[in-house]
């Protein structure tokens, strides 16, 4: 994997061994070592945001790693202030790469007087002078049309697909479960990768972060079920859902998620479930509960995102990475052979 010689990677504070494992990937040379290029992204006192780049960018194709977890708003204006930086040192090119896009939960009015923030997120990342976006499963699909700028949007799907492969082999067979019906597409994709069942939690939700009842629609019975999703936050779902298919004779149940925001009781919630196993990718920073959690697995996605940037740069396909055929040499290079 070659970069383009007039490539430039920054790392912001939210996810920076992410940044640098894409930059050791993909070869970025800067300073004398593989990595980010140098940068001091630091807070004054009243945790106002400054920035310095300490590298050359005039006329380079710029690529700044910030996913806008936790603390979501700081890490915003931090990949806010830092495009600015560089817009105003005559980059060529800014591409925010935000393997998690904050605030994509908030993509529609859910009744009156409420706010559309991902269209607001949106409007500022725009107007901050960034030229492309790249990000992962993003929650809503139609979040890339509040963009007037090319948005590429990667999927976890086939590095789970591999995975799930590489990992698990129950004679049984194995069932792909949507934990809500909204989820059913996600669900019905991983389940043609893998030439699996498809089975859906019906949950009824009276109001947010409650949930009044769930009913299984399909069979699980002796199977080994995968519950994938794109974001898991609190858990509580999450482990309802698994609860449920074990009571209807489930095997082992696992889950595949995108996104793991696991705040509050998250990791205990997990940590003392009937799941087998959660696998989660590192577009969030794993904090050290996570990392200890006995049933956490995290998988990188940083051969995805690095190979999706020499693309970016090369202005060549990046929808050649959909497909587990095209990631399973990066996956093997990474992990071993799948």
């Known amino acids: 994997m070659r970069p383009s010689d007039e490539m430039k990677i920054i790392a912001g504070n939210a ?8 930059a050791r990937r993909i070869g970025v040379h800067q300073g004398g070592q593989f990595g980010p290029t140098s940068a001091r992204v630091e807070r004054f006192n ?20 910030q996913p806008t977890s936790k603390p979501a708003n700081d890490n915003l204006m931090e990949l806010l202030i830092i495009t600015d930086a560089l817009r105003r040192s005559s980059a060529k090119r800014i591409t925010a790469v935000m393997p998690y896009f904050g605030y994509a939960r908030q ?17 500022m990342i725009e107007a901050a002078g960034i030229d492309r976006v790249l990000t992962l499963d993003l929650h809503a699909g139609q979040i890339q049309g509040f963009f007037d700028i090319p948005v590429d949007n990667l ?63 399909g069979n699980v019975e002796g199977k080994a079920c995968i519950i994938v ?15 449920l298919l074990k009571d ?11 996104h793991g925001v696991l705040s509050g009781p998250a990791v205990e ?30 998988v990188s996605v940083a051969p995805l995102f690095a190979q999706a940037i020499v693309n970016v740069s090369k202005d060549t396909s ?19 052979t799948a």
């Open 107 to 123: 993509d529609r009015r859910t009744s009156a007087r409420t706010p559309i923030s991902s269209k607001l997120v949106a409007n």
């Open 155 to 217: 999927y976890a799907a086939p590095l789970f697909a591999l995975d799930i492969k590489h990992r698990l082999k129950p004679e049984a067979g194995i069932t792909v479960v949507s934990p809500d019906v909204g989820g059913v597409v996600r669900a019905r994709d991983l389940a043609k990768r893998i030439d699996a069942g498809l089975a859906i939690v019906d949950k009824n939700r009276p109001r947010a972060g409650v949930i009044d009842e769930m009913v299984l629609i």
């Open 229 to 243: 999703d794109d974001i898991c936050d609190t858990a509580g779902t999450l482990c309802k859902a698994a609860k």
């Open 46 to 65: 009243d945790s106002e945001v400054w920035v310095e780049i300490h590298d050359n960018v005039r006329g380079e194709d710029v690529f700044i790693v």
């Open 318 to 336: 990046v929808s050649s990475l959909f497909s587990e055929h095209s990631l399973a040499p990066l996956y093997e290079a990474h992990y071993g």
């Open 248 to 258: 209807e004779g489930a095997a082992e149940v696992h889950a595949y998620i995108s």
């Open 269 to 298: 919630r997990i940590s003392s479930s009937v799941m087998s196993s959660l696998v989660i990718t590192d577009s969030i920073a794993p904090t050290e509960a996570v990392r200890a959690a006995p049933n956490i697995r995290v």
């Open 15 to 22: 996810n920076a061994p992410l940044a640098e494992a894409i």
